[in-house]
């Protein structure tokens, strides 16, 4: 399983970012995938997941309405589109998967929200 973020940078507050991690070694169209993210001294937490097919989507509550997780199957890639970005939204942002029960992480793509 190999799965490659990007799309990472500083931003402004209130800016935006779209963050796409492609992923690999496993049937992707088959998995529900989630972004974590993990900031300095803090534990890493779920910010957004989309099921298999991409119906179904759920958002950690102080994202709501500001990112967007989609996918798509025939490229093998999940999407996180992140507006109104705001200071606490900086971390690392993971794509996860878990297949066969196990989780998989990628290397993390940096997301910093400062003026």
């Known amino acids: 399983v190999q799965l490659v973020e990007s799309g990472g940078g500083l931003v402004q507050p209130g800016g935006s970012l779209r963050l796409s991690c492609a992923a690999s070694?496993?049937?992707?169209?088959?998995?529900?995938m989630r972004w974590y993210r993990q900031a300095p001294g803090k534990e890493r937490e779920v910010v957004a997941s989309?099921?298999?097919?991409?119906?179904?989507?759920n958002y950690l509550e102080y994202v709501k309405g500001r990112f967007t997780i989609s996918r798509d199957n025939a490229k093998n890639t999940v999407y996180l589109q992140m507006n109104s970005l705001k200071p606490e939204d900086s971390a690392v942002y993971y794509c996860?998967?878990?297949?066969?029960?196990?989780?998989?992480w990628g290397q993390g793509t940096q997301v910093t929200v400062s003026s």
């Open positions: 996860n998967v878990r297949p066969w029960g196990r989780n998989y």
């Open positions: 070694g496993f049937t992707f169209s088959s998995y529900t």
């Open positions: 989309i099921s298999s097919a991409g119906s179904s989507t």
